[in-house]
């Protein structure tokens, strides 16, 4: 059973960075796509950006040319970098896991999740 934990919210005002993170507890089967989402209270949670085990990224439209999503697998971390923050960025972040294990069971894990906060 993974354990995602992630890290790097915090206050920010407009315009400013952050770098999420996040490590699962052990190694990850391949083939998985991590992906970080976010849910801002009252919302329904969205999908935000991911990365599969090939190298492969998508993101949502309203994060593009700001957000990259990029992985260390030597670490079992995905990471998060978001700039050019806007107020509609606040919400608290999930990471996610899917993996495949041993080439034919699927499961899906989600982090705690961090808030981040847009605020002048």
């Known amino acids: 059973q993974v354990q995602l934990t992630e890290s790097g919210g915090g206050l920010v005002q407009p315009g400013d960075s952050l770098r999420l993170s996040c490590v699962a507890s052990e190694s990850i089967f391949s083939p998985n796509t991590f992906g970080w989402y976010r849910q801002a209270p009252g919302k329904e949670r969205e999908l935000v950006a991911t990365i599969t085990s090939g190298g492969s990224t998508n993101y949502a439209d309203s994060v593009k040319g700001r957000f990259t999503i990029s992985r260390d697998n030597t670490k079992n971390m995905v990471y998060l970098q978001m700039n050019s923050l806007k107020p509609e960025d606040a919400a608290v972040y999930y990471c996610?896991?899917?993996?495949?294990?041993?080439?034919?069971?699927?499961?899906?894990?989600w982090g705690q999740g961090t808030q981040v906060t847009v605020s002048s």
């Open positions: 996610h896991l899917h993996e495949l294990v041993a080439g034919e069971l699927d499961y899906e894990y």
